[in-house]
């Protein structure tokens, strides 16, 4: 059984850093591209960043967020992170990580390619 776990939220004030982390279990997640998407109240959830399976090093970032975030994976703990830096008020929602339905895809930024999701973990960022 697949497993996401998501942890790191917090209440930060605009300007500030949170490093999320995503645990994963029940599957050999080095095969698979992982993300990170986010909701925030009342609006849809939408992507973030994502990286690509092991070998293929690729990663993609929301505009929104292209030169403050970072996301990286260390396989050998199965756990994906989000460094998030020169946070802002509209940087504020839930935020979830996900697998990819297929072994060695292309990283992608749809909802509908990925298959598990995490619960999620808040993200409040104050002005």
């Known amino acids: 059984q697949v497993q996401l776990v998501e942890s790191g939220g917090g209440l930060v004030q605009a300007g500030g850093s949170l490093n999320l982390s995503c645990a994963a279990s029940?599957?050999?997640?080095?095969?698979?591209?992982m993300g990170w998407f986010r909701q925030a109240p009342g609006k849809e959830r939408e992507f973030v960043a994502a990286?690509?399976?092991?070998?293929?090093?690729?990663?993609i970032y929301a505009d929104s967020v292209k030169g403050r975030f970072t996301i990286s994976r260390d396989n050998a703990n199965n756990t994906v992170y989000l460094q998030m830096n020169n946070l802002k008020p509209e940087d504020t929602g839930v935020y979830s990580c996900?697998?990819?339905?297929?072994?060695?895809?292309?990283?992608?930024?749809?909802?509908?390619?990925?298959?598990?999701w995490g619960q999620g973990t808040q993200v409040t960022v104050s002005s």
């Open positions: 029940g599957r050999t997640f080095s095969r698979y591209a």
């Open positions: 990286t690509s399976w092991s070998g293929g090093r690729q990663t």
């Open positions: 996900a697998v990819e339905k297929y072994p060695h895809g292309l990283v992608a930024r749809r909802t509908s390619l990925y298959e598990y």
